[in-house]
């Protein structure tokens, strides 16, 4: 079946540094990639995603690519803020499929 | 507009009573989702409904849940005889309709004594 693994957390950074969370999928076929964020007291929002290979999806300074041969889709920031404080959700959908199967999540913390 | 919510936001209940959890969608959005997120287990996918019928119910972790939709828009998760282990913040989420980014509302945490 398929499955999402996500580097263990959590994570702790100082303000501006370089933030590197690792995710690798298992699927059959060629599925969708995503990053959710879960900021303290709030819901999952999708922060970006990409829909096949080599595709890069970025969004608030987040980026992530789509590599197809290493089954990877490990999200960067270049220099993280406090108020990216939050746990951080790879997941996959299925090209037919509907549902979305996520990892285990990353807590990031962000210190001034 | 409005989000995806949930009601209650927490629940607190006695082992062996039923709980009812409701979720309204985004209107207009034709795909919902249930999912739960508890510490041993990450982010579990519990049930998926396209309209008012339910493709694909495989993560339902036994036959004390149960889900239904009506009216193609608000849906109800049923957990019967609950366990401790029934305990966990259950999401549910909407989209335009299956495979199309799905939003999340906030979450009911049920907590079973």
């Known amino acids: 079946g398929n499955s999402v693994t996500q580097m263990e957390g959590p994570v702790t950074l100082s303000e501006e540094a370089f933030l590197t969370i690792n995710c690798t999928y298992t699927?059959?076929?060629?599925?969708?990639l995503f990053w959710y964020v879960q900021y303290p007291g709030e819901g999952l929002q999708l922060l970006l995603k990409?829909?096949?290979?080599?595709d890069k999806g970025s969004n608030k300074g987040f980026e992530a690519t789509y590599r197809k041969e290493t089954t990877s889709f490990h999200l960067e920031k270049g220099s993280v803020q406090v108020s990216d404080s939050a746990v951080y959700f790879c997941?996959?959908?299925?090209?037919?499929?509907?549902?979305?199967?996520f990892g285990e999540g990353t807590q990031l913390t962000v210190n001034p | 507009g409005a989000g995806v919510s949930q009601s209650p936001s927490n629940k607190v209940t006695e082992k062996g009573k039923d709980v009812e959890l409701r979720c309204d969608p985004i209107?207009?959005?034709?795909?919902l989702y249930w999912y739960r997120q508890s510490l041993g287990q990450g982010l579990e996918f519990l049930i998926y409904?396209?309209?008012?019928?339910?493709?694909?119910k495989s993560g339902l972790p036994s036959d004390r849940f149960s889900a239904e939709r009506t009216g193609g828009s608000v849906s109800t998760l049923t957990i019967q005889r609950t366990q401790q282990e029934d305990s966990a913040v259950y999401l549910c989420?909407?989209?335009?309709?299956?495979?199309?980014?799905?939003?999340f509302g906030p979450g009911t945490r049920l907590t079973v004594l």
């Open positions: 989420a909407s989209s335009l309709k299956g495979g199309n980014e799905q939003f």
């Open positions: 699927a059959t076929g060629y599925p969708s």
């Open positions: 990409a829909t096949k290979a080599d």
């Open positions: 997941a996959l959908r299925e090209t037919s499929g509907s549902r979305l199967t």
């Open positions: 209107s207009g959005h034709t795909a």
């Open positions: 409904f396209q309209g008012n019928s339910a493709p694909d």
